[in-house]
Every structure is written in C-alpha cells, then in structure tokens.
Nanobody, 119 residues
Framework: QVQLVESGGGLVQAGGSLRLSCAAS????????MGWYRQTPGKQRELVAI???????NYADSVKGRFTISRDNAKNTVYLQMNSLKSEDTAVYYC?????????????WGQGTQVTVSS
C-alpha cells in the first residue's frame, strides 16, 4: 500500500500564491507518476498537473504558466507551486500516485487539502 499525505492548503487572496506538498510512504517502489487533481462540489475530479520520475510534466490548460509541479525523488515528495491564483482555483486538491498509468480509477490518493481563493 501507498500512503500520501498532503499539506499546504489554505485561504489566499486572488493573485496570491500557495505551495502544496505531498509525501509518499509505504510501498513506493517504482512509483513513477505523481500528480495533483482537484475537485469542486458536484463536479468530477480533474487533473491539474502530473510529473514522471524523470521529470516530464503535463498541465491542465487552465493552470499552464501559473502552476509548477516538481518532485524530490529522494524525499518521495511532490510539490505544486501555485501562483497568480484565481477564484476558480478554489477546490479540494488531491495528491495522486501511480506506477504505470494514472487515472481516476487507477491511482493512490491522498486525503485532500482545501484551497480557497478569495476575490
């Protein structure tokens, strides 16, 4: 089993920044993919950003140029630096991890951390 623990959420004004962290523990061997999803009430969880163990990244169009995903393989930790935050970024952010393919039905999940952006 893999345990993912997020931290860093909170309340921030529009235009501000937050940094989320997610530490993985347990059976983390060959945990190639790590990423962040977000979810708002009544909507499906959506991919925000994903990073491979070699550093390849992919972002949702809505966050490109504002969010940066990174990881420290030695610490088994993934980060999400969020800049120029908008009210529409308000959501519960979930850390995710997978070995080969990451999807809503095929990933390990953290418990989620609330990000609220006030306008």
């Amino acid at each position: 089993q893999v345990q993912l623990v997020e931290s860093g959420g909170g309340l921030v004004q529009a235009g501000g920044s937050l940094r989320l962290s997610c530490a993985a523990s347990g059976s983390i061997f060959r945990l190639n993919l790590m990423g962040w999803y977000r979810q708002t009430p009544g909507k499906q969880r959506e991919l925000v950003a994903i990073i491979s163990s070699t550093g390849n990244t992919n972002y949702a169009d809505s966050v490109k140029g504002r969010f940066t995903i990174s990881r420290d393989n030695a610490k088994n930790t993934v980060y999400l630096q969020m800049n120029s935050l908008k009210s529409e970024d308000t959501a519960v952010y979930y850390c995710a991890a997978a070995r080969v393919i990451m999807s809503l039905s095929d990933a390990y999940w953290g418990q989620g951390t609330q990000v609220t952006v006030s306008s």
